[in-house]
Nanobody, 114 residues
């Protein structure tokens, strides 16, 4: 059974940093593209960043230069380092694994206070 478990969310002041983690199990992690999405209240879920099997990264314009996605295939984990956080970054952040199938984590809340 595939499981993706996010952690690292919380409450932070504007300008602060958080590091989200996504622990994967039940899958051949290295064969999946990993991505982080977020969903703010009353808004659609949107892609934040992705990292391919080969390590190529892609970022949404609204986080470019502030967030960094990474992966550790030995630990079956993906990460999202978030710096210079803004109140507009407040959302539930979801981990996604994409390959021959797509899997989602349960999400972790990030709240940025002004």
């Amino acid at each position: 059974q595939v499981q993706l478990v996010e952690s690292g969310g919380g409450l932070v002041q504007a300008g602060g940093s958080l590091r989200l983690s996504c622990a994967a199990s039940g899958m051949t992690f290295r064969m999946y593209t990993m991505a982080w999405y977020r969903q703010a209240p009353e808004k659609q879920r949107e892609l934040v960043a992705s990292i391919s099997v080969g390590g190529s990264t892609n970022y949404a314009d609204f986080v470019r230069g502030r967030f960094t996605i990474s992966r550790d295939n030995a630990k079956n984990a993906a990460y999202l380092q978030m710096n210079s956080l803004e109140p507009e970054d407040t959302a539930v952040y979801y981990c996604q694994a994409g390959g021959w199938a797509t899997y989602w984590g349960q999400g972790t809340q990030v709240t940025v206070s002004s």
